[in-house]
């Protein structure tokens, strides 16, 4: 992370510690489809030059990760109710979920091209911002032997900083891929990765991740 005028007022009061990493790591991508990536959706973000490049990030992950035999976890948003009701409360804050709304015709749920689940690979759905709230995963991530998530996708301020914090309290390690992750402006962006950093997670770079991920797992 760069540092800002907040940086020094942080860790005077102890924030931004480095967590570290641990030795079993997963790569948990957060909600990538065309809904972020395609000029005229309401979600995209195209119109921020980091954000539009953090696909072509996010590929090199997956690349080291099914190298190293790391395993690849996705997130996929998903409502079958046709008025929204399995949205809750989120449909009244945030009227674009529908893209995501079962039988929608305009395609924005699909995956982007080279970021597409495989065989083997960890699928969850989920209904709300975090990747662990009412799903499978915290105790999919027990019974792989996981100790630490390195999270990228969309949104950095949404669905990546709810995955990031629920990751910690659920004691899985975060690693946050900033190159990663896409948001709609640099104070967005920035603003929450400088927040996840100081309290949450560990906010790494694209070649740290790699780094670790080309370790794989220990053999024992």
């Known amino acids: 992370?760069?540092?800002?005028?907040?940086?020094?007022?942080?860790?005077?009061?102890?924030?931004?510690?480095?967590?570290?990493?641990?030795?079993?790591?997963v790569l948990l991508l957060i909600d990538v489809c065309k809904a972020y990536w395609t000029p005229g959706s309401p979600l995209d973000l195209t119109a921020h030059?980091?954000?539009?490049?953090?696909?072509?990030?996010?590929?090199?992950?997956?690349?080291?990760?099914?190298?190293?035999?790391?395993?690849?976890?996705?997130?996929?948003?998903?409502?079958?109710?046709?008025?929204?009701?399995?949205?809750?409360?989120?449909?009244?804050?945030?009227?674009?979920?529908d893209v995501w709304k079962v039988g929608d015709t305009r395609?924005?749920?699909?995956?982007?091209?080279?970021?597409?689940?495989?065989?083997?690979?960890?699928?969850i759905k989920k209904k709300y911002p975090s990747a662990f709230f009412g799903t499978t995963l915290a105790t999919d991530l027990k019974c792989m032997g996981a100790d630490t998530v390195i999270l990228g996708g969309v949104s950095t301020s949404g669905c990546v900083r709810a995955s990031t914090l629920d990751a910690m309290c659920n004691g899985y390690r975060p690693m946050v891929v900033a190159s990663a992750c896409g948001d709609r402006s640099d104070e967005i962006q920035n603003a929450n990765l400088f927040d996840l950093n100081a309290k949450y997670a560990d906010v790494v770079t694209e070649e740290d991740a790699i780094e670790h991920i080309t370790k794989g797992w220990p053999s024992s």
């Open 49 to 97: 030059k980091p954000s539009a490049e953090s696909p072509e990030v996010m590929k090199r992950l997956v690349a080291a990760a099914r190298k190293a035999k790391v395993p690849v976890v996705w997130t996929a948003v998903e409502y079958a109710d046709g008025e929204m009701r399995d949205a809750g409360l989120f449909w009244q804050k945030s009227k674009n979920l």
């Open 107 to 123: 395609g924005f749920n699909d995956y982007l091209d080279g970021l597409v689940p495989e065989q083997g690979d960890l699928l």
């Open 1 to 25: 992370m760069s540092e800002n005028r907040g940086d020094a007022a942080y860790s005077h009061t102890g924030f931004g510690n480095r967590m570290g990493w641990g030795s079993r790591p």
